[in-house]
């Protein structure tokens, strides 16, 4: 069964993109995970299908699939991409688009400085949102938002093992890491806990990221953001994604980041997010949150995907 891509990708976060409109895409884990892996497949942050809409408000249904075959909720950075996708392939000319993800319908807008604007949806910053088990734990209230301190102690390698394929243990050991960390929590479709540091070259995410990601406290997991304030409408992020791991740029995560920061206090709209791929701008007065960035096809394709499914099985 032959499947024709492409490969895109929005300020580094790179993903490979299906019409299963124009053709029939059964997506099922193995699938996913085989398009995602960077050593046997096409290598991907995650797999994005477009389809026809099941809802008369939408243009089209847009879903999500990370590197290790789990299916999200939204992807900011992928919604650009897949806008851009939807008229470059001739699927439709509408400007604004309306598209149907797994908790609703978010509006993307294409602009002539070939950047994209995506309505982001609703916030929500209650625990059960996430969802998040907060009982017991020491909190306090920075300005608007609430600090959850977090026990890196509660997740060990066991807990990170279990949390699937796309997820790594910590390279530094738990005697370099802080014992805890103090997180806000923002629900934007997808679930994130967002801390503040001093240098985000400087933080070890490769070993805080997993642990809070799989933190048991977490039952879904967690994105998990590395925001440093530059100024007040300027910031640094790093974020370790769910399923995928560190990813050169995440659009949930930075709009988590921005809402964060701002209930906190220390930050004002709208809010230049610099990414290790690229800039994103975050626009959020409280209600309305818009996500403008970039958003770019590399090339085209076309992968044979039961062979490729066999082939990586006997490669194990």
């Known amino acids: 069964m032959n499947w024709n891509f492409t490969k895109m990708h929005g300020a580094g976060n790179?993903?490979?993109?299906?019409?299963g409109v124009r053709q029939t895409i059964e997506m099922t884990p193995e699938r996913a995970r085989a398009l995602?892996?960077?050593?046997?497949?096409?290598?991907a942050d995650q797999i994005l299908l477009v389809e026809p809409a099941s809802s008369p408000d939408a243009d089209f249904r847009y879903r999500i699939f990370n590197s290790d075959g789990s299916e999200v909720e939204h992807c900011g950075n992928g919604a650009r991409c897949f806008v851009r996708f939807v008229h470059?392939?001739?699927?439709?000319?509408?400007?604004?688009?309306?598209?149907?993800?797994?908790?609703?319908?978010?509006?993307?807008d294409e602009g002539d400085d070939?950047?994209?604007?995506?309505?982001?949806?609703?916030?929500?910053?209650?625990?059960?949102?996430?969802?998040?088990?907060?009982?017991?734990?020491?909190?306090?209230?920075?300005?608007?938002?609430?600090?959850?301190?977090?026990?890196?102690?509660?997740?060990?390698?066991?807990?990170?093992?279990?949390?699937g394929a796309g997820t790594t243990a910590p390279r530094s050991g738990c005697s370099d890491l802080p014992p805890t960390v103090d997180i806000s929590i923002v629900a934007i479709s997808n679930p994130h806990a967002v801390q503040i540091v001093d240098d985000v070259d400087r933080t070890p995410v490769e070993g805080i990221g997993p642990l809070v990601e799989s933190h048991p406290r977490f039952p879904r997991r967690v994105n998990a953001g590395f925001m440093q304030i530059v100024d007040r409408h300027t910031i640094r992020?790093?974020?370790?994604?769910?399923?995928?791991?560190?990813?050169?740029?995440?659009?949930?995560?930075?709009?988590?980041?921005?809402?964060?920061?701002?209930?906190?206090?220390?930050?004002?709209?709208?809010v230049r997010v610099h990414a290790r791929g690229g800039v994103l701008t975050v626009d959020w007065d409280g209600s309305s949150l818009r996500m403008t960035g970039p958003a770019q096809s590399v090339y085209t394709g076309q992968v044979d995907i039961d062979q490729l499914v066999f082939s990586m099985a006997m490669s194990r």
């Open 88 to 108: 470059e392939t001739g699927l439709s000319d509408r400007n604004p688009l309306r598209a149907e993800i797994a908790t609703g319908i978010i509006v993307l």
């Open 114 to 163: 070939e950047q994209v604007t995506v309505e982001m949806g609703s916030t929500r910053f209650e625990p059960a949102a996430l969802p998040f088990d907060a009982a017991g734990l020491a909190t306090r209230t920075e300005n608007a938002d609430t600090l959850y301190t977090l026990p890196l102690r509660d997740a060990g390698a066991g807990d990170v093992a279990a949390a």
């Open 36 to 43: 995602g892996d960077r050593h046997f497949g096409i290598g």
């Open 237 to 270: 992020l790093r974020v370790y994604e769910r399923g995928a791991g560190e990813t050169l740029a995440c659009g949930t995560g930075a709009c988590a980041a921005v809402a964060a920061g701002i209930r906190r206090g220390v930050l004002d709209t709208p």
């Open 14 to 19: 790179d993903f490979v993109v299906l019409d």
